[in-house]
Structures are given as structure tokens and as C-alpha cells.
């Protein structure tokens, strides 16, 4: 079959099932790889176009008054389908709604061949930023002229399948194979495709050098480079003066390079403290340009001194900035070459030799797991790291991930073919020879408390974002365990009879029949499963008992209860500590059990490599159980860690998450890591308080006498970017007035997206007010013309919601939590900023509760050493949302009116840039917002 017909509907909403309906149909027919037909026309749905949809595709009722309806057109339709694969972007929607209207008038219902350009798209184009129509079409260079209608969505759809068709026929004869073994689990009708594509390799001879195959897995060559080692001889200052002066590599590479004498500063302030052999804190202001300013010193001291230096950011979009952009950029900068490499942890790596044996196996999976095998198979073929953050699985594809990572591997062993052809052991020999190696501080806490013994060895480093430090160490440090993760380990597991990991691995041997060493697994583990679930209910109802009167919750919702010995219900928390130690001694039952059958597989030469890795991985993960249930239950450490429990109370009566985290950070970072180290740069945006750097300095444990702090302003001129406005006349929340306060706040951020048009951002601190805000907005705002888009509402990631909207143009976001820092919405998307309540900790957040214990018994104040540089950090993250160039303007309003009445207000307006502050009532400062845009 060579005729592909390409269909795209617009429609009144998203279900038939809901009387949706129909009012344009856009239909392209492809033949010899060309567009051969098209076929147009609206319809009358019989029932009117909400403003919505107008707003989207243009398509009002007047449009659609004298069209005809489905009825009238539905033969003509199905006609043009005739002997041909049908093609949509997300065939389920189209074919479905197609199908709905078609049984309603009593005809056939089409039963093509399907094709999915969806799903065709996040296979061969895996590492695309998003598989929208829109984004894919923009990715792969197709013009999209008329969004959202019909035929041109049409034309779009044809114009991306024969990519994608030319995609396909790139893929090596290995890759075609493995993919077809998957077809049947695809929505795409791909066999006949990729079938002949299959015979048409077998007798084409393939010359691809980029590619190598092993095994039936085709991958391509990894290239290692060599180590150039240059000779660096002008001094320091020279170089800066080639980069950054008139006339100097800068302003030749930017067009309009403006100089930021804050940007070479912090250069020269870095490189001193390289060569003084200290450690450095620089609060460098949005603008600074920061990344370069570290980049540049740091790789004139790597080169010159022959000292490999470590980068450690906190995002991933900053470590791929620095990859991406930042560094190609410095190679035009600077005038001899250098070396940068990028090292993750294990669990971003693909493990070939794990994922080849999974594709062997030939298990039937879920589709998301078929998916996610097809996307990383296309992949392979493109990737030089190997590194999972290139792509976007389906959600549950990062489940089957755990399992092929670098991370399920055992002792890697040098002798082995895969040993070679692996990312992981790529990766690190890169870092071995680079002058420069980019981690995160996940791996860099890693390495820090395991003896230095992930990254390759370094003397000085740059820590990116560093106001994340202590909070990435206290995890590293600490601990959690919940019951999904147990529950989903013990069902990989699975008993001797089923066909899950064990017992695919016990019929896969051949056994003496006297041999009786796992008889007993089947009855210990269902007992194990019994007591997890047993033990994490009784958690669940414990926590909702012991709280049934006050209430903290995490700003995800979460209910959260710090657990404190010696003063929990005596015969409760011992109900709990036996039923831990039932468990942990069930767990150790089994983890004998599975080292004598791994002794005994050796004993007769049996075990492949592949399943010796699996018994190690599984019995190192069962005794991690162990030690986790230990520390939270059995072992009494008050002094040194907070231990706490989270519940989901609208969740599984087992959803249940236990932490625990040191109290404090100072004295291991101190001895572990600075003492360790001749010189660590700290910077980020939001370092201190007052201009003040001792909070930091405190948390991090640096020691003054080698500590260097110096704080870089802004190139921006926020006196005319920015008006910060606090209303005089909102309700106290602290007088129980919270329903009053949310309705103010709403009113608020009504009356300003009627100034700014929207592109608004609202920044909340607790999850609750949110959702309550959101609840009132809905109902008042007129969602014809807002995109009304919230956190933990609006489905997507964070990235997500943030490109809808950028998208959508008049949109208001709501958010809290992880947006008050990192997102950057430049130019006029963003116009305001409203901060709804200054962000303090809740007195009550287990972790807030015991680090002001321990500041307490130290003769410190809590609220002055704690609790209040948090928030004031934490609110000049929210601040910087707003301003990200010199020619954004826009209005920071915010509501809480203890920024300008509390004694420790000045605190905040005097640690952000100089700004205009009114304060007044909400109708004057509406006036003012309205006359200053």
C-alpha cells in the first residue's frame, strides 16, 4: 500500500462522549512520496462554538451558520480513505472522533492502517524539545503558516510524515530489526513499512563509519580525543585584556557587546583567590554574566597550572547551558584550546550491555515501556554520551530506565567486549583528560562522602548555584524510603513461579533436585510484602492520628510529622519498631537465601555475567531496606538528624515517605570538603542578606581566615525597570482572616492583567493558598480571554507550563515552590510579578523545627539566624524572576504588608536592588501600575 492519507479535525471540545463535535475537517493525500490531493471544509456542529475554541482557531458560529453538516459530508470523507493508511497527529483523537460521528449516522467505521505522527515522532526524533504540532514541525524545519486549522495542520502532518519516513530509511539494518520485534506493542501500523525496509537493507551494503553494531545493537562510535596540552605564556591580566577590552575578543564576537565591568571583577576576584589558596563567596546580580565570568579564570588556571577544576550547578538546564552554549562560546574567546566534560551519576547512563540483554529476553511490556525501548533503539544512533537527560520518555518509561541504567551494572569488568563500548566508562575517561569537568552537585555531594571516589581527582572548583549546596548535602547525607519504591523493587523481584526476575532466572538454570536452598523464598517473601504493606498502614494511621489537631504540610501537599524519641505514644512507636525489626529480619532471610544461589550457580560454572549482576544489584538494594529501617527506627541519633514522616491523606492508605536528614551541614562540609580542597569559588545571584555573606558562610561551615566575599551588582538600572508596590489596606492572615486575604489577593491580580494583559506570574508559598486562589480565579476571571495555568492543576512539568505560557498570550501562572527560581521568562511575556505572602519556612516543617532546636540550645535566635535569611534568599529568588535583561520593565506586587510594617521588613527591600516601594492602598496602587505601563 503506497497511499498515505493525512487527516486533522478542529472541534467544538475534546469528547465525543461529551456531545463534542466536528466544524472543520482538513484531509492531504500523499502518493510516491508526494503530495498528490487535498480536501477541506468546515461544518455545522449544531450547537454553539464556546469563546475558547474561537480564540484558538478562529472558527466562530457565523463561520460555521451555512456550513453543511457531518451528515451531509460524511460519505465524500470516508471515500478518500479508500485502500490507504490513515495518518493524524494522535490518531486516537481524530480516528476516534471520526469513528463516534460515523456510528451516530449509522455507517461503517473506517478500520485503516494507522499511523501515529505522534508516537512516530517520539521515536525517531527522540530528542526533540516537545512532540506538539507546533514544536516538532519547528524542530524538523517545517513552516507551520496557519496553526490550529485544518488543512494547514493537514499539510503540516504530511510534510512531518515524509520526514520522518526519510528519518527511517536512515536507521541501520540492526535498528529496523530490533523495532520491528516491537511493532505489534506500537498504535502505528508499522510492519509493512518497516519490512520493506528491512529487505532493502539485506541486500544494500551499509557505510556508515559513525555507526557500530554488537550483538544485534546498533550505537554510535564513541570517539575518544586526545589531550592537547598547550602552553599558556602571557600573564592573567593580559588575558583578560585580549577578552574583555575595546576592541577584544568579547566585543568581536558579540554584535552588540555592551561591557560589564562587574562581569571582568568577578574574573579577577576568582583567579585571586586561585592563587591565594582560598575559598571565595560572590554574590553575582542577575546581568553579571556570571557563567563566562567563571569560566574564563577557571580555564586559564586548568590550562596554565595543568589543574583540572570541577563545575558543579544544581539545575540540569545550567549544566546544559554551560555545554551547549556558554563553553563553544569561550573557545572563540580565548586564545589556546582547552578541554570540557560534562560527568553525571550512573542512574543518566544507558548501560548497552543491560539494555541488549532486556531486548533479548523478548518480555512483553506495558506500551510505555515498548516506547520507551523503540525511542532509545533510535537513539543509540544519535547519542555520544548516552546520557537520558537528551530525551523525554513516556512517564513510565524512566521505570524501565532503572532497570538498563549504568547503575544495575555489578563490578565493571575491563576484559568484557561491553566494557569498552560503554558511555559510563566514556564519560569518566573524557573527565580523566578535560581541563574542565561539569558535574552537579548530586554527584559532587556523592563524591564528597564516599571518599572521592566518583570524580577524578581536583584541587580547586566552582560551585554554580551554590545556595543549593547545603540542602543537596543534607539529602546525600540523609536518607528516604517510601512504599512505592519498596513495593515496585519486591514486585521486580517476584517469587520462584512467576515470570518476573527471580522466577525467569530460576527456569533459566538447570538445578540438582536435591537441592533445596530457595524452597522457602515463595512463603518469606510473601511475607515480606505482607509486613511493608502492614508496616507503612500502620504509619499511614499513626501520623493521621497523632495529628488530627495541627496539621504541617509540605508544599506539595503533603501532611508531614516529626518524629521525636522519647516523646512518641509509648505503645504505638513500639508497635512500630517490632513490626520494623519483623521486616528487617524477613529482609536479611532473603537476601541469604539469594547469596546461595548465587554461590551455587558459580560452584557449577553457570552464572552469565548479566544475572551476577542482577543477584549483587538486588541484594545490594534489599540490604539498603535494611539500613534504612535501622536509622529511622532503631537507632536514636536526636542530636545529629532530623527524622521525619510524610503522608498523602487524599492518597493509598500506605502512601507513605520517611526522611531523614543531619541538622546541621557545617562541621562535615567543613572537614569533608573545604579543608579537603586548596580553593572552591561559591557564587550565585542569592547569596546574602543585607549584603551581609555570615548566613552562608555559617550554613556552609567556611572558615573566615581563607574565605574571600565580594558582592557583584547589577549592570541593570532597576530604578527604571522595576516598581515594587505593597498595598496598606489587605486583611491580616494573622487574625484568621485567610478566605478575606485570598479574595483581596485575587482581586489584585485581576485588576493588574487588565494593565499588563496578562503575562503575569504568582508566587505562592504554600500549595493549599494555591489551590484556594485557583478555585477563585476560574470562577471570576474571564477564561476567553486569560490562560488561567497553576502548578499541580495544569498537567505537565514545569517546563511545560512555562513554554504554555509563553505560548498562550494573555496567561497567568500560578506557582510555588520550584518557581520561585530558575524560570526565566525575558521580554514582555513577563510584566508582573506578584509575590502573595514573603516566604517563610512554616515553624512546624520537621527540618526547620529541628535545625531551630539546635540553634536554640546553642544560645542563638532561631528567627534571626534561620529563618529569616531563608526567606529574605529566598524572596530575591522570586524577585529575579521579573528582571532577566536591560530592556525588561515590569511590576513586583506584593501582598504581604509585613515587607514594609515588620520590624525585619528592611531585611528584603534592602538585600534586592535599589527599586521605587509604594505603599498604599490597592486602588492608588492600580492607578499608579496603570500610568507607569
Known amino acids: 500500500m503506497d497511499k498515505f492519507v493525512v487527516i486533522d479535525l478542529e472541534t467544538t471540545g475534546h469528547s465525543p462522549a461529551n456531545n463534542d463535535k466536528i466544524i472543520e475537517v482538513g484531509i492531504v493525500t500523499i502518493e510516491r512520496n508526494e503530495i498528490s490531493n487535498e480536501f477541506s471544509t468546515l461544518l455545522n456542529p449544531e450547537k454553539e462554538i464556546s469563546p475558547f475554541i474561537t480564540n484558538l482557531t478562529g472558527i466562530a458560529d457565523q463561520d460555521v451558520a451555512d456550513a453543511p453538516t457531518f451528515r451531509e459530508k460524511a460519505d465524500e470523507i470516508t471515500a478518500l480513505f479508500h485502500d490507504s493508511y490513515l495518518i493524524a497527529h494522535n490518531v486516537p483523537f481524530d480516528l476516534g472522533f471520526l469513528n463516534q460521528e460515523l456510528a451516530k449516522q449509522n455507517k461503517r467505521k473506517l478500520t485503516n492502517p494507522v499511523l501515529d505522527t505522534v508516537e512516530l515522532s517520539r521515536i525517531l526524533y527522540p530528542q526533540a524539545p516537545s512532540f506538539k504540532l507546533a514544536q516538532i514541525a519547528d524542530y524538523v524545519n517545517i513552516h507551520h503558516d496557519d496553526p490550529h486549522r485544518a488543512l ?31 511493532e505489534k506493542m506500537l498504535k502505528s501500523d508499522l510492519y509493512q513499512l518497516l519490512d520493506d525496509r528491512l529487505k532493502e537493507l539485506a541486500f544494500t551494503i551499509e557505510n556508515n563509519d559513525d555507526i557500530a553494531s554488537y550483538r544485534g ?178 512517564s513510565s518509561g524512566y521505570l524501565f ?41 548530586a554527584l559532587l555531594c556523592t563524591d564528597i562522602f564516599n571518599d572521592y571516589q566518583f570524580l577524578p581527582s581536583y ?24 512504599y512505592a519504591s519498596i513495593h515496585y523493587s519486591l ?55 497523632q495529628q488530627k489537631n495541627e496539621k504541617s504540610f509540605s508544599d506539595i501537599g503533603r501532611t508531614q510529622y516529626r518524629i521525636k524519641s522519647g516523646q512518641e505514644h509509648p505503645k504505638k512507636w513500639n508497635t512500630i519498631k517490632e513490626m520494623a525489626t519483623r521486616l528487617i529480619f524477613y529482609f536479611r532471610d532473603l537476601i541469604h537465601m539469594l547469596a546461595q544461589l548465587e554461590q551455587y550457580l558459580v560452584k557449577q560454572e553457570q552464572l552469565e555475567k548479566n544475572d551476577k549482576d542482577e543477584i549483587e544489584v538486588t541484594i545490594e538494594k534489599l540490604q539498603r531496606f535494611i539500613d534504612h529501617l535501622e536509622q529511622l527506627f532503631l537507632l536514636e541519633d536526636e542530636e545529629n538528624h532530623v527524622k521525619w514522616i510524610e503522608i498523602e491523606a487524599s492518597g493509598a492508605k500506605n502512601a507513605v515517605y520517611l526522611y531523614s536528614e543531619p541538622i546541621n551541614m557545617a562541621n562535615l562540609l567543613a572537614s569533608d570538603f573545604f579543608e579537603e580542597k586548596q580553593s572552591v569559588i561559591l557564587t550565585s545571584a542569592t547569596l546574602t542578606m543585607k549584603r551581609s555573606f555570615s548566613f552562608i558562610q555559617n550554613r556552609l561551615g567556611l572558615s573566615a581566615d581563607r574565605l574571600i566575599t565580594k558582592k557583584i551588582n547589577s549592570p541593570f538600572t532597576y530604578q527604571n525597570q522595576v516598581q515594587l508596590m505593597v498595598p496598606n489596606d489587605f486583611p491580616d492572615v494573622k487574625y484568621g482572616n485567610i478566605t478575606d486575604f485570598i479574595y483581596a489577593t ?160 528592611k531585611y528584603f527591600t534592602e538585600s534586592i536592588p535599589d527599586v521605587p516601594i509604594t505603599f498604599d492602598s490597592t486602588q492608588k496602587l492600580i492607578e499608579k501600575a496603570e500610568q507607569w505601563f
Not at 169 to 181: A, D, F
Request: proline residues 4%; negative net charge; hydrophobic residues 35%.
Open 152 to 182: 494547514s495542520d493537514a499539510y503540516v502532518t504530511a510534510k512531518l510524515f515524509l520526514k520522518l519516513k526519510q528519518k527511517l530509511e536512515s536507521l541501520p539494518y540492526e535498528t529496523i530489526e530490533q523495532l520491528l520485534k516491537l
Open 217 to 394: 545493537l546498533a550505537f554510535k562510535e564513541i570517539r575518544e580525543y586526545k589531550r592537547n596540552k598547550p602552553k599558556v605564556d602571557f600573564s592573567y591580566g593580559d588575558y583578560l585584556d585580549h577578552i574583555y577590552e575595546t576592541n577584544g575578543s568579547m566585543q568581536q564576537q558579540m554584535s552588540h557587546y555592551e561591557k560589564r565591568t562587574g562581569q571582568r571583577e568577578m574574573s579577577e576576584h576568582i583567579y585571586d583567590a586561585f592563587q591565594s589558596g582560598q575559598h571565595a563567596l560572590i554574590e553575582a546580580e542577575t546581568g553579571t554574566g556570571k557563567s563566562l565570568a567563571y569560566l574564563i579564570p577557571a580555564i586559564y588556571q586548568a590550562v596554565k597550572e595543568k589543574q583540572r577544576i570541577v563545575i558543579s550547578t544544581y539545575t540540569t538546564p545550567l549544566q546544559s547551558q554551560l555545554l551547549d552554549e556558554e563553553i563553544p562560546f569561550v573557545h572563540h574567546l580565548i586564545p589556546f584550546p582547552f578541554k570540557a566534560a560534562l560527568l553525571k551519576g550512573k542512574q543518566h547512563y544507558i548501560s548497552l550491555e543491560k539494555f541488549e540483554h532486556e531486548l533479548s529476553s523478548g518480555q512483553t511490556e506495558n506500551y510505555d515501556f515498548t516506547l520507551t525501548k523503540a525511542m532509545i533503539l533510535v537513539w543509540l544512533t544519535e547519542t555520544e554520551t548516552g546520557d537520558i537527560d537528551e530525551i523525554q520518555l513516556p
Open 401 to 441: 530506565f532503572k532497570r538498563v541504567s549504568v547503575d544495575t551494572e555489578g563490578y565493571p569488568d575491563p576484559a568484557s567486549p561491553w566494557f569498552q563500548k560503554s558511555f559510563y566508562q566514556h564519560a569518566k575517561r573524557q573527565a580523566q583528560k578535560a581541563d574542565i569537568v561539569i558535574t552537579n552537585h
Open 459 to 482: 584541587e580547586k572548583a566552582i560551585i554554580d548555584e551554590a545556595h543549593h549546596l547545603e540542602e543537596t548535602a543534607s539529602k546525600h547525607y540523609g536518607l528516604r524510603l517510601d
Open 491 to 545: 514486585n521486580h523481584i517476584g517469587t520462584i513461579d512467576e515470570t518476573n526476575w527471580l522466577g525467569k532466572l530460576i527456569s533459566s538454570y538447570s538445578f540438582n533436585p536435591n537441592e533445596t536452598l530457595i524452597d522457602n523464598w515463595n512463603d518469606i517473601f510473601e511475607r515480606v510484602k505482607y509486613e511493608v504493606d502492614d508496616l507503612f498502614r500502620y504509619l499511614f494511621q499513626y501520623v493521621t492520628d
Open 746 to 905: 485575587c482581586e489584585a491580580i485581576l485588576s493588574l492583567a487588565e494593565i499588563t494583559k496578562g503575562r503575569m506570574l504568582v508566587l505562592f508559598t504554600s500549595y493549599d493558598m494555591l489551590h484556594k486562589s485557583y478555585g477563585v480565579l476560574k470562577e471570576t476571571m474571564d477564561l476567553s480571554r486569560y490562560m488561567l495555568i497553576a502548578q499541580g492543576i495544569s498537567s505537565g512539568s514545569r517546563s511545560r507550563l512555562k513554554k504554555n505560557f509563553i505560548h498562550y498570550e494573555q496567561s497567568i501562572l500560578l506557582g510555588t515552590s520550584s518557581f520561585w527560581e530558575g524560570v526565566d521568562i525575558p521580554g514582555e511575556d513577563l510584566s508582573c510579578l506578584v509575590i502573595v505572602r514573603l516566604p517563610f519556612e512554616p515553624p512546624d516543617h520537621p527540618i526547620y523545627e529541628a535545625k531551630a532546636n539546635f540553634l536554640k540550645h546553642e544560645g542563638k535566635n532561631a528567627f534571626m539566624e534561620l529563618s529569616l535569611p531563608n526567606a529574605v534568599i529566598r524572596f530575591k529568588q522570586g524577585f529575579g524572576r521579573l528582571i532577566r535583561s536591560a530592556s525588561d520593565r515590569g511590576v513586583v506586587f506584593v501582598c504581604d504588608a509585613r515587607i514594609i510594617k515588620a520590624r525585619y521588613g
